[in-house]
């Protein structure tokens, strides 16, 4: 009785958390379809432009690819046009020649099926459709349609696709209380329409969204056995060790000489051969003139820092890079020493530093399993460093020295190193170990997004872990606020690291978006509707999903460097919104080694090690946004999967301990098989990075093209073969 009476309560209070948040994640879910339908007749107005003959531009675009219906203009000439109406896969029809009287604002009414929301209709249903122009009917009659979703709506753009109708409308449409429109509903519902819609129109929803959350805290409030169960099953300090051994000597000899040598071959190809580190880099002064506006209390640039890669607003220079490897340049700056010189040495710097991550993680995950003062095993810590610095992307973006290769490998060593903060806090939970986890984190955030979402998720996670051990295992009949306060400030405070970047953003750009597309010096209308306006789509997983984690985008041919990445026949993805897809060697065949220790080790260490449940479990929940934001972005490329690397090499020191847990036959083969696979992933690293620098990217010296000549004719020529 003394549970009930004295826990009750208590589970009381977080079963109203848990409740707040399911009420908040379902009410955001209905948010985001909450459009009120179009008002009919729907009064706009419209400037035309002067007319492309044959050329078709949408006015109003409803539905989605292969169930979209569009009103659009057919130009005859530069000053006539038809209005067509077009129902994907049955046509449609189309008005009387008018004349354009480009850049006059002119008063359009529309009727049109799908102007209201269409959840369901009849087979071969027919609505009205009328349309008129200055008070002239243009078109009337009733017409098909099809279906579509409150959001599926879009003004002087056609995200649906298609072959008739081109992706924007050049001329101009207004509200008919004068406000531009172009876009989604987002540009014609106020968020006051929008909510009194949801609230009137859609109550029911809200409705079983708050019984589903008051059952979500009914749950919670009952729930004292499951969550000692996951408590169990994921913490459990008391169970005995498996491991048959426990290395006691120092392997940092081992470390050092192995990072060293992956530090030459780092450098070799990052100068080219050349060994040249303090030196200037096409589109490598990017971070040194953000350091001098930040010194200047800026986060503009100045005019003459504008290139092809720059964000304009306002009559402002702006990159789109976060201002970490800026900061770090700021002594720099202060000392007017090394402007547009210093890319080269901070990537050396980053290397190094991640290479030092990745063994101190190695130490930490042997020291779980066999406890104080042991070591790991010289060829763990071989295997382990050689994978993470040669056979992973971090030598790939060693090809090329410049802003989009130093964010990616900055964000990487931060996230890495957060990742070591993380398994020593939840080691030792007491100290402040979170602390640096958190500033490694804003700083991963600030450098490569990706990675920043990684790090700062996983010490989100690794908050919510502790929040739910110290939940079970405080005093029968105290309170659950002292057991939770801590853990779920440090997480409250993780969630601000990521706010952070969005707030940069806003700082900037006055849009939380960290990349906004219309600001970029090389994007018109027709490049960002091509994409709705947006970084990410729901349609573009299956599309890089299969590039970065299944297809084997690769040749051999009889030339060096003998294996290069191919194009994707990316007609297969008609669905996918791609803006950039660059050649791209997917994960398992890029980094073999890595991939298998991180996923065939972290599986195995999951059955037999137990101890390493909750690390392992921490990083999957962790990288699960991270590997979503992936997978649906418009742009994939062989350096973005570097973002996958802290995870991956989280999850392989782990997998390169739990490899003593084979039968010993069985661990003689394993050992002999990664290593064989490490061998070939430096291999492939090394050769995607030299094909990259002395075939593809632009801005190499030509010294660098020189000696990458050179190298083909010698190895071509020791090989016999004979270059095309």
């Known amino acids: ?43 706009l107005e419209v400037e035309f432009p002067a007319g492309i003959a044959g050329r078709v531009e949408p006015l109003i675009t409803t539905g989605s690819e292969g169930d979209a219906d569009f009103l659009a203009i057919r130009y005859l000439d530069e000053t006539t046009a038809v209005l067509l109406y077009d129902v994907w ?48 009917v243009l078109l009337e009659g009733d017409v098909y349609f099809h279906r579509r979703a409150p959001a599926e709506i879009h003004f002087a753009a056609n995200p649906a696709g298609g072959d008739l109708v081109h992706a924007v409308f050049r001329g101009k449409l207004f509200t008919s209380d004068g406000r531009s429109l172009a876009g989604g509903p987002a540009e014609l519902f106020s968020p006051r329409e929008r909510l009194a819609w949801l609230v009137t129109e859609r109550w029911l929803a809200l409705l079983v969204t708050a019984l589903l959350a008051a059952a979500a805290g009914a749950a919670t409030t009952r729930s004292r056995v499951a969550i000692a169960a996951v408590v169990r099953l994921l913490w459990d300090p008391r169970a005995a060790t498996p491991f048959p051994s426990r290395p006691a000597r120092p392997t940092h000899a081992w470390f050092l000489v192995t990072a060293g040598a992956c530090l030459i071959l780092f450098i070799a190809v990052l100068t080219g051969g050349g060994f040249r580190l303090i030196e200037p880099d096409a589109f490598g002064e990017q971070y040194d003139w953000q350091a001098r506006s930040l010194l200047q209390g800026r986060l503009d640039l100045p005019r003459e820092a504008r290139t092809d890669e720059s964000f304009v607003f306002e009559d402002r ?135 920043g979402l990684f790090a700062l998720g996983l010490l989100g996670c690794a908050a919510a872990a502790l929040a739910l051990r110290s939940f079970d295992q405080r005093p029968a009949g105290q309170s659950w606020w002292p057991a939770l306060r801590r853990p779920l400030a440090i997480a409250a405070l993780a969630g601000a690291g990521v706010a952070s970047f969005n707030a940069v953003s806003y700082a900037k750009f006055r849009s939380f978006e960290g990349a906004p597309f219309r600001y970029h010096v090389q994007y018109d209308a027709a490049r960002i509707a091509a994409i709705a306006g947006k970084n990410f789509h729901l349609a573009n997983l299956r599309h890089n999903f299969d590039a970065y984690a299944w297809q084997p985008n690769f040749t051999f041919r009889p030339a060096f460097p003998y294996l290069v ?24 065949y890029a980094m073999p080694a890595l991939t298998l220790l991180a996923l065939g080790g972290a599986l195995w260490a999951l059955i037999r090690w137990r101890a390493s449940r909750l690390p392992l479990s921490l990083v999957l929940a962790a990288a699960a946004p991270m590997v979503l934001a992936l997978l649906t ?29 084979l039968p010993p036959g069985v661990r003689r083969v394993a050992w002999g098989g990664v290593v064989l696979l490490a061998l070939a992933g430096v291999l492939v690293s090394l050769a995607l990075a030299l094909h990259y620098q002395g075939e593809v990217v632009w801005g190499v010296p030509d010294d660098f093209k020189e000696r990458y000549q050179m190298l083909r004719q010698a190895f071509d020529s020791a090989l016999g073969f004979s270059r095309p």
């Open 1 to 43: 009785m003394a549970d009930a009476g004295g826990q009750r309560p208590a589970l009381r209070g977080f079963g109203l958390v848990v409740a707040a948040l399911v009420l908040i994640a379902g009410g955001a879910l209905l948010w985001r379809g909450a459009y009120p339908p179009v008002a009919a007749p729907f009064a």
């Open 89 to 136: 896969g049955m046509g449609g029809p189309a008005s009387a020649p008018f004349a354009l009287r480009p850049g006059e604002r002119r008063r359009l009414a529309v009727v049109m099926p799908s102007l209201a929301h269409i959840a369901r209709h009849r087979s071969h249903e027919k609505r009205p459709l009328r349309i008129t122009l200055d008070a002239a």
């Open 633 to 661: 972005a418009v742009a994939i490329s062989q350096r973005y999967t570097g973002d996958f690397c802290p995870p991956l090499v989280l999850a392989a020191a782990f997998g390169a301990v739990v490899l003593d847990l």
């Open 565 to 588: 990445t191919t194009p994707r026949a990316d007609h297969e993805y008609r669905e996918a919104r791609i803006d950039l897809a660059e050649p791209t060697l997917a994960v398992p």
């Open 317 to 451: 220079t702006y990159i789109y890079f976060g201002p970490t490897p800026a900061l770090l340049r700021l002594p720099f700056a202060l000392l007017d020493v090394g402007f547009g010189q210093l890319t080269r040495i901070y990537m050396v710097a980053y290397f190094a530093a991640w290479l030092a991550a990745a063994y101190a993680i190695l130490l930490t995950a042997a020291r779980l399993a066999h406890g104080t003062g042991a070591w790991p095993s010289r060829r763990a810590t071989i295997l382990t460093t050689v994978t993470a610095g040669l056979g992973s992307t971090m030598l790939f973006v060693a090809s090329r020295a410049y802003v989009y290769h130093e964010a990616i490998l900055c964000g990487a060593v931060f996230a890495l190193w957060g990742g070591w903060f993380i398994l020593r806090w939840i080691a030792t939970p007491e100290r402040a170990w979170w602390l640096g986890a958190l500033i490694c984190g804003i700083l991963a955030v600030h450098a490569r997004a990706p990675a």
